[in-house]
């Protein structure tokens, strides 16, 4: 292959490069979009070699840093979900432990005499138990509000695993994918130099 053959090579990529740039979908970006989209962009603006796509280093380096920031972001909320998750097992623990001494105090009204005296004024038993199960139910309110609070919680916990999970397969996958291109087109860059030397 002569000199002037090799140096129209990089012209004609930036050719094909420009031309595949301008083709592409204009809703498509890596600086923004589902991962899914800036994949479908990556693949709309790669050079075709054979059947290999050639795809620019910064374009893969600008969608690792995407992904990236992703899995951050899904772990920071994860963290966050995590944080509520405690807060609202350190509520219900709470309000259990009040439901039990509501419960301990509806259990003594019940065993005490009709009238009693509390803080010195004399009450009578029914008014006594009928504000003790005013609380038992607010209580009671409380705590299944929390409670479902708390499974929301998890549920939001257990979906942004998920995503998570599927996050790192697509990286995973895509970057084995890469080393395999890569490996090939060594391999045919190694042929083709044997072959041209031979």
Known sequence: MSKKTTSLIPILFLFIQIGF???A?????????SIANQFEYIYQ??????EYKVVKRTNLDQLKS????SI???QGEVA???GIL???NDSISFLNSSLEVAETEKQAA????????FLGMGIEKSFYSSIMWLIVVVLAGALGFFAFQYSRSFSKIKKARKDLEEVQEELENHRKNTLERERKLKRELIDAQMGNNS
């Open 72 to 74: 951050k972001s899904m």
């Open 21 to 23: 740039s301008q083709s």
């Open 86 to 88: 405690a807060a609202k």
């Open 45 to 50: 603006n790669s050079n075709n070699f054979q």
């Open 25 to 33: 979908d204009s809703t498509l970006s890596l600086k923004s979009g």
């Open 110 to 117: 019940i065993d005490a005499k009709d009238n009693f005296t």
């Open 66 to 69: 995407n992904i990236l920031d």
């Open 80 to 82: 966050s979900a995590k």
